[in-house]
């Protein structure tokens, strides 16, 4: 199974303003490639390892500024730990979680 998932503007037009990462592994059988505008994630492609997709798409559709770790969203070793600890807790729903278990403690 090779698998490819896109979401968003993967090929822009105009190359202006745009910042594009790309990253294909040794073997040739993965392949990654991020769109960014002003720091925010407009698009990506995925083939071949698609697991961590969804983490991006979720990045993309929040409208997140990844401007300081966005080197590593084509990395292999990316995942949740790669995110600031206030985007891991916000993506897995643990900040509102924490809130309401304070709010009890009142």
């Given at each position: 199974?090779?698998?490819?998932?896109?979401?968003?503007?993967?090929?822009?037009?105009?190359?202006?303003?745009?910042?594009?990462?790309?990253?294909?592994?040794?073997?040739?059988?993965?392949?990654?490639?991020?769109?960014?505008?002003?720091?925010?994630?407009?698009?990506?492609?995925?083939?071949?390892?698609?697991?961590?997709?969804?983490?991006?798409?979720?990045?993309?559709?929040r409208g997140v500024d990844v401007t300081a770790f966005?080197?590593?969203?084509?990395?292999?070793?990316?995942?949740?730990?790669?995110?600031?600890?206030?985007?891991?807790?916000?993506?897995?729903?643990?900040?509102?979680?924490?809130?309401?278990?304070?709010?009890g403690d009142m």
């Amino acid at each position: 199974d090779f698998r490819i998932l896109s979401a968003g503007l993967v090929s822009p037009t105009d190359q202006n303003g745009y910042q594009v990462l790309t990253r294909r592994d040794d073997s040739g059988s993965s392949y990654k490639k991020i769109v960014m505008r002003d720091g925010v994630v407009v698009g990506f492609l995925f083939a071949g390892k698609i697991d961590k997709a969804g983490i991006v798409y979720w990045l993309m559709k929040r409208g997140v500024d990844v401007t300081a770790f966005a080197a590593k969203l084509v990395e292999d070793d990316f995942g949740l730990i790669s995110l600031p600890q206030a985007l891991r807790d916000e993506l897995l729903g643990t900040h509102a979680l924490v809130r309401e278990q304070n709010s009890g403690d009142m």
